[in-house]
């Protein structure tokens, strides 16, 4: 029997796969068991030359499944870039920024698409000589040719400055969005941009009990009401604030910080299928690590969670998206665990139980903002900083 043994044995290593009629055994039984697929994976990683570098705002999504982005640096000129990267993860420089008096540079935040095909979005320097001669950002529109035209350039007297949040698109094509700077009290404004290209200044923070200088999107409800977050406040823990129609603003809430409450809200808000509001706040809670928070339809605001650094995360930046079951997904800038890890993305189910899906390591870090979901479930991101080059990458995580 043991000679058996030793032929059937040997014939196996040798590569063979006619084992004796009694027994078969494949080379391939012998083979170490695959490792299983990991969930996440680079798309691709920027250089940070001529094809950009530190990726900054959401992703988008066309009807063929390519990504667009901005980076904040890099590009033919180094004012940063629009890029595209294909289902192949072919990365393509569609716009870079050249910044000065007559074009946008540094663009930080998210495009989106109108229903042409053409992108829009900001820039949160150049298109002038205001804002100590940097210029005070830009309003652009990418044809699908690749023509860059300037809509709008911010820092004429009683406009806003620096748009440091994406922009939103109403049912007749206006544009809305908010500025870091600027307006008559120089704490931000949430403007308009027509179908015509003029440009209205909606509202200007003044500073106190209404929040200063927004710094995200803003969502418009079915009413025409506009939300969104701002810093400031009472307690100069940040507010929520709605901004109806007529131009009247009014504070939703006012967080108090740790340990009962958020404190600095980051990122756009969400509505729900309720008309409850959800968002996130970069610090506060009962660790002061961050905070992802509910506004009800009547104004009354509840904590959801509260973030501990290690193992979920910490600083919440970036927004959130929502499935169809009510859980919601975002990533945390740092955090993860007791070790060189660098951010996470989560997931909180509708009773408040937080999975922490993925923590960032050394091949990239810091996704400071959101994902997108495609059709798949499939999530989509960017981080600003990848391996030693710092220089940033496009992910996709595969739930």
Same mark, same amino acid.
């Given at each position: 029997m043991s000679g058996n043994f030793y032929s059937v044995f040997k014939t196996a290593l040798a590569g063979s796969m006619a084992l004796t009629a009694s027994c078969?055994?494949?080379?391939?039984?012998?083979?170490?068991?695959?490792?299983?697929?990991?969930?996440?994976?680079?798309?691709?990683?920027?250089?940070?030359?001529?094809?950009?570098?530190?990726?900054?705002?959401?992703?988008?999504?066309?009807?063929?499944?390519?990504?667009?982005?901005?980076?904040?640096?890099? &590009?033919?000129? &180094?004012? &940063?870039?629009?890029?595209?990267?294909?289902?192949?993860?072919?990365?393509?420089?569609?716009?870079?920024?050249?910044?000065?008096?007559?074009?946008?540079?540094?663009?930080?935040?998210?495009?989106?698409?109108?229903?042409?095909?053409?992108?829009?979005?900001?820039?949160?320097?150049?298109?002038?000589?205001?804002?100590?001669?940097?210029?005070?950002?830009?309003?652009?529109?990418?044809?699908?040719?690749?023509?860059?035209?300037?809509?709008?350039?911010?820092g004429?007297?009683?406009?806003?400055?620096?748009?440091?949040?994406?922009?939103?698109?109403?049912?007749?094509?206006?544009?809305?969005?908010?500025?870091?700077?600027?307006?008559?009290a120089s704490n931000g404004t949430v403007y308009k941009i027509s179908n015509d290209g003029s440009e209205t200044v909606l509202y200007s923070f003044q500073g106190g009990s209404d929040g200063s200088n927004p710094n995200e999107n803003v969502?418009?409800?079915?009413?025409?009401?506009?939300?969104?977050?701002?810093?400031?406040?009472?307690?100069?823990?940040?507010?929520?604030?709605r901004l109806a129609p007529d131009g009247t603003e009014t504070t939703l809430h006012t967080f108090a910080g740790q340990p009962g409450d958020g404190a600095i809200p980051t990122g756009s808000l969400i509505f729900d299928s309720q008309g409850n509001l959800y968002g996130t706040t970069k610090s506060g809670g009962t660790s002061d690590y961050g905070t992802i928070f509910k506004l009800a339809a009547n104004e009354t605001e509840t904590m959801l969670y509260s973030f501990k650094n290690s193992p979920d995360g910490s600083y919440p930046n970036p927004g959130l998206i929502m499935d169809a079951s009510g859980n919601l997904f975002?990533?945390?800038?740092?955090?993860?665990?007791?070790?060189?890890?660098?951010?996470?993305?989560?997931?909180?189910?509708?009773n408040g139980t937080e999975t922490t899906l993925y923590a960032f390591g050394k091949s990239s870090s810091l996704p400071v903002f959101g994902l997108i979901e495609d059709s798949s479930g499939h999530l989509y991101g960017t981080t600003v900083y990848r391996g030693k080059k710092n220089t940033g990458a496009v992910f996709r995580f595969t739930q």
């Open positions: 078969s055994l494949s080379f391939a039984a012998l083979q170490a068991p695959k490792e299983p697929k990991s969930p996440y994976k680079l798309l691709y990683k920027f250089q940070g030359g001529a094809d950009g570098g530190n990726p900054e705002g959401d992703l988008v999504e066309d009807k063929s499944g390519n990504l667009y982005g901005t980076t904040a640096s890099g &590009g033919a000129y &180094g004012g &940063g870039t629009i890029f595209e990267v294909n289902l192949k993860r072919v990365e393509t420089v569609i716009y870079a920024f050249k910044g000065g008096q007559t074009d946008g540079t540094s663009p930080t935040t998210n495009l989106i698409f109108d229903s042409q095909g053409n992108l829009y979005g900001t820039t949160r320097a150049g298109g002038g000589t205001g804002c100590n001669g940097a210029g005070c950002g830009t309003v652009f529109k990418l044809a699908p040719n690749g023509t860059e035209t300037v809509i709008h350039s911010f004429t007297a009683g406009d806003g400055a620096e748009p440091d949040g994406g922009m939103i698109f109403d049912g007749q094509g206006n544009l809305f969005g908010t500025t870091l700077y600027g307006g008559s969502v418009m409800d079915a009413t025409g009401n506009l939300y969104g977050a701002a810093g400031g406040g009472t307690g100069n823990a940040g507010v929520v604030f975002g990533t945390t800038a740092q955090g993860g665990c007791n070790c060189a890890y660098q951010g996470t993305i989560f997931e909180l189910s509708p």
